[in-house]
């Protein structure tokens, strides 16, 4: 059964958009800047998927795709709209999170200096990524200054870039390129 059968209802051209339950806010209230950066971070993270040949790779940026999705939703989802069983960024998605960045670090090694963001087009874009992320969670800190959120969006979000940067040195460690190290 199709889902979306109708792409164009016209109902956004007052600036407003709906939420999940229906109430309508303007495009630029700080909700819809939080979701809507969850959205560039997930088709950022596209686009280092159509760039990627390895299957590791792939399979850890699509469960994050899955992720976000599910964490756009939270966020499009006023809390007094939320009901019972819709998906949400938990306290183990945090720690799957930590894991694979330990995971990744193990075999990386430790880093000696800042790195400059560059590398392979999979390394550069997943630092491209973890930039917009990092956006995405400023937002969602915004939004959580007026409204509530869910109690995992922040952390999950600062553990995300954490996970995109390691992501990064990792891809580049892989494709044979060499960190360049931030010159004082």
Same mark, same amino acid.
């Given at each position: 059964? =199709?889902?979306?059968?109708?792409?164009?209802?016209? +109902?956004?051209? !007052?600036?407003?958009?709906?939420? @999940? $339950?229906?109430?309508?806010?303007?495009?630029?209230?700080?909700?819809?800047? =939080?979701?809507?950066?969850?959205?560039? %971070?997930?088709? =950022?993270? $596209?686009?280092?998927?159509?760039?990627?040949? !390895?299957?590791?790779? !792939?399979?850890? %940026?699509?469960?994050?795709?899955?992720?976000? &999705?599910?964490?756009? $939703? #939270?966020?499009? +989802?006023?809390?007094?709209?939320?009901?019972?069983?819709? *998906?949400?960024? #938990?306290?183990?998605?945090?720690?799957? %999170?930590?894991?694979?960045?330990?995971?990744?670090?193990?075999?990386?090694? *430790?880093?000696?200096?800042?790195?400059?963001?560059?590398?392979? *087009?999979?390394?550069?874009?997943?630092?491209?990524?973890? +930039?917009?992320?990092?956006?995405?969670?400023?937002?969602?800190?915004?939004?959580?200054?007026? #409204?509530?959120?869910?109690? &995992?969006?922040? *952390?999950?979000?600062?553990?995300?870039? !954490? @996970?995109? &940067?390691?992501?990064?040195?990792? @891809?580049?460690?892989?494709?044979?390129?060499?960190?360049?190290?931030?010159?004082?």
């Amino acid at each position: 059964m =199709a889902r979306l059968t109708n792409i164009v209802t016209r +109902t956004g051209d !007052d600036g407003t958009t709906g939420l @999940a $339950g229906g109430q309508r806010v303007s495009k630029d209230s700080p909700r819809v800047w =939080a979701y809507g950066t969850v959205d560039e %971070l997930n088709s =950022a993270i $596209g686009v280092v998927r159509s760039l990627n040949s !390895d299957p590791n790779l !792939d399979a850890r %940026l699509r469960h994050i795709q899955n992720d976000l &999705f599910n964490l756009g $939703g #939270e966020l499009a +989802t006023p809390p007094d709209r939320f009901q019972k069983g819709m *998906p949400r960024v #938990e306290r183990q998605h945090v720690v799957d %999170l930590e894991k694979q960045i330990e995971e990744l670090t193990k075999e990386l090694g *430790p880093l000696q200096e800042f790195i400059l963001p560059g590398g392979s *087009p999979v390394g550069a874009q997943l630092h491209v990524a973890r +930039t917009i992320c990092r956006r995405a969670e400023r937002f969602c800190v915004r939004l959580s200054k007026d #409204e509530k959120v869910g109690e &995992f969006v922040n *952390p999950y979000l600062n553990r995300l870039s !954490d @996970a995109l &940067f390691t992501l990064a040195r990792w @891809a580049n460690k892989k494709a044979g390129v060499k960190e360049t190290y931030w010159k004082k």
